[in-house]
């Protein structure tokens, strides 16, 4: 079959139904005798915004410029989407989600492509920020093989492990009101 022919067929769909043929018998499964043209892409609706995947190609702010298909869009960023995630995007590589809204459009969100720590596993995550802080009502720990360290709302602290070691480039002070040694 030549290209030319399969575009041809491609560009084309069976004809709709007439109103005496949807009432005969149904046909044996062939070759369709008649076809009629199939629109490229029908037109958004009116007030129906499109949405699509889209790259981040620079942030500044709350505009993002964003590669949509071959066209160069402007869009500013949801008031429900923080900067970071979209900056993050544009680190990664990753897509962001677009709408168009009238002649404007709006970045919804990211598509994530990698590990999203405390959702999936992963072999190494690395957290970048001024402050990290971590709060649980009852109970922190962190554990590796059979080392492991607690925080216990009730105002304690376990350390399990065969060795620990504690350095001190200065002053190593340990304080308490009492110090069990063995």
Same mark, same amino acid.
């Given at each position: 079959m030549s290209a030319s022919t399969k575009k041809k067929r491609l560009r084309?769909?069976? =004809?709709? $139904?007439? #109103?005496?043929? %949807?009432?005969? !018998?149904p046909?044996? *499964? +062939?070759? &369709?005798?008649? =076809?009629? $043209?199939? #629109?490229?892409? %029908?037109?958004? !609706?009116?007030?129906? *915004? +499109?949405? &699509?995947?889209?790259?981040?190609?620079?942030?500044?702010?709350?505009?993002?410029?964003?590669?949509?298909?071959?066209?160069?869009?402007?869009?500013?960023?949801?008031?429900?989407?923080?900067?970071?995630?979209?900056?993050?995007?544009?680190?990664?590589?990753?897509?962001?989600?677009?709408?168009?809204?009238?002649?404007?459009?709006?970045?919804?969100?990211a598509l994530r492509t990698s590990p999203t720590i405390g959702i999936e596993e992963a072999d190494e995550y690395v957290i970048r920020a001024a402050r990290v802080r971590i709060r649980a009502a009852d109970e922190f720990t962190v554990a590796s093989g059979a080392a492991s360290f607690a925080v216990r709302a009730y105002g304690t602290i376990e350390t399990f492990a065969e060795q620990i070691t504690s350095r001190a480039s200065a002053v190593h002070k340990i304080v308490g009101r009492m110090l069990h040694l063995n």
């Open positions: 084309t769909a069976p =004809a709709a $139904p007439s #109103a005496s043929s %949807a009432r005969s !018998a046909s044996a *499964p +062939g070759p &369709v005798s008649s =076809a009629r $043209p199939v #629109a490229a892409l %029908a037109p958004v !609706a009116a007030g129906v *915004p +499109g949405i &699509v995947a889209a790259s981040v190609l620079v942030l500044e702010g709350t505009k993002a410029r964003l590669r949509v298909g071959t066209l160069e869009v402007t869009a500013t960023l949801d008031p429900s989407v923080h900067p970071s995630v979209v900056a993050t995007a544009l680190t990664r590589g990753e897509r962001v989600i677009a709408q168009r809204e009238g002649e404007a459009w709006v970045v919804l969100g």
